[in-house]
C-alpha cells in the first residue's frame, strides 16, 4: 500500500471516530444529590430517640424513631410521613 492509503484510513478512522463521539448521548446521573429533607427537631425518651423533618417542596412532614430489638439493641428505624396542610 502507499503512503496516501495509510493517511486516507486514518482519516476516514478519525473522522469516523470524532462522528461517533458526536452523535453519542451525555451520561447524565440519575441520582438526586441535594437533599430535600430539613431538619427541624429532635427528642429522646429512655431508650428511643425521635427526629422530625420538612420537606417544604412536597409539603410533608416525616418524623422517624429508633425501633428497639429484644436484647436492648437497636434494631431499625421506622418513619411515618404525613402531608402539612
Known amino acids: 500500500m502507499k503512503l496516501s492509503s495509510y493517511r486516507a484510513i486514518a482519516a476516514g478512522v478519525l473522522l469516523s471516530s470524532a462522528l461517533a463521539l458526536a452523535l453519542a448521548q451525555q451520561a447524565r446521573s440519575q441520582i438526586s ?42 434494631s431499625g428505624i421506622q418513619c411515618v410521613v404525613t402531608r402539612l396542610p
Do not use: M, Y
Open 33 to 74: 444529590a441535594s437533599p430535600t429533607l430539613t431538619p427541624i427537631g429532635v427528642s429522646s425518651s429512655g431508650n428511643s430517640s425521635t427526629a422530625w423533618f420538612h420537606d417544604k417542596a412536597a409539603g410533608q412532614a416525616v418524623a422517624c424513631r429508633t425501633v428497639e430489638a429484644k436484647d436492648s439493641g437497636l
